[in-house]
């Protein structure tokens, strides 16, 4: 099995690190491979950046395509172009915000998540209600540590991890949800010193699409995620045309 890991920023420090993560908890005989798109923002810390994070992720899933891979994750907690990249796959397609936020819900009545900016946290808050797990979702924390800090700033860990503290303190909740890739390598380390389950949505991602394919899942084509039509694009969108 053939699983491709996209984060859809452009920093490869990144990228080398959830890949790491996601190859810690893949089965024997699974392949994940980890890469960079070319062209979008170096971190992805609002709707701008999202929206420009996603032709890059698209090509990366033609790529992939062309390339006979199996499955594909989404590596950014926004789950940036989920929906296009369903058209584009053959096989399941899983952003890292579904998968920790429905892995979540088998763990306890109720889940908090931390992520990284203030302004990120309307968008968990909309994803939670889209996954129909908003009923589960009782707060949404921001730490206030950029997303390309989480690596550099050698505090970043101890304040995840108090942010984490607080959240299930507030929300009486049972289960942390991180809510950025960049945090996926804290994840055992939170847990540990907080003492409650903290889900890293890489790691639920990669063993979901796992599981689908495994099992000879995929999207279903019928409607809404058949194949784009054929058409024309123009200008910098050019290499999109199909």
Not at 95 to 123: D, K, N
Request: hydrophobic fraction near 45%.
């Amino acid at each position: 099995m053939h699983i491709r890991l996209i984060n859809p920023n452009t920093t490869e420090s990144m990228t080398t690190a959830i890949a790491d993560c996601a190859r810690t908890v893949a089965a024997d005989g699974t392949v994940v491979d980890a890469v960079t798109p070319t062209t979008g923002p170096t971190s992805i810390e609002s709707h701008y950046d999202e929206a420009l994070a996603v032709p890059g992720l698209l090509a990366e899933i033609a790529r992939g395509e062309a390339e006979s891979v199996d499955g594909y994750v989404i590596a950014c907690f926004g789950d940036p172009g989920l929906d296009a990249a369903r058209e584009l796959a053959s096989g399941p397609v899983v952003g890292i915000a579904e998968a920790a936020m429905r892995t979540a819900c088998h763990l306890g009545r109720g889940f908090s998540v931390v992520t990284t900016l203030a302004r990120t946290r309307g968008r968990a808050w909309d994803l939670a209600e889209r996954y129909g797990t908003l009923r589960f979702c009782r707060g949404v924390h921001a730490c206030e540590i950029p997303v390309l800090d989480l690596d550099t700033d050698p505090r970043a860990l101890a304040l995840v991890t108090a942010a984490c503290r607080d959240a299930v303190e507030v929300d009486d909740s049972d289960a942390i949800v991180l809510g950025c890739a960049g945090m996926a390598d804290m994840c055992r380390r939170i847990s540990a010193d907080i003492g409650v389950p903290v889900v890293d949505g890489v790691a639920a991602a990669t063993l979901t699409v796992q599981s689908l394919v495994t099992q000879g899942l995929r999207t279903g084509s019928r409607g809404e995620f058949a194949p784009p039509p054929s058409k024309a694009y123009t200008g910098m969108l050019e290499q999109f045309a199909r």
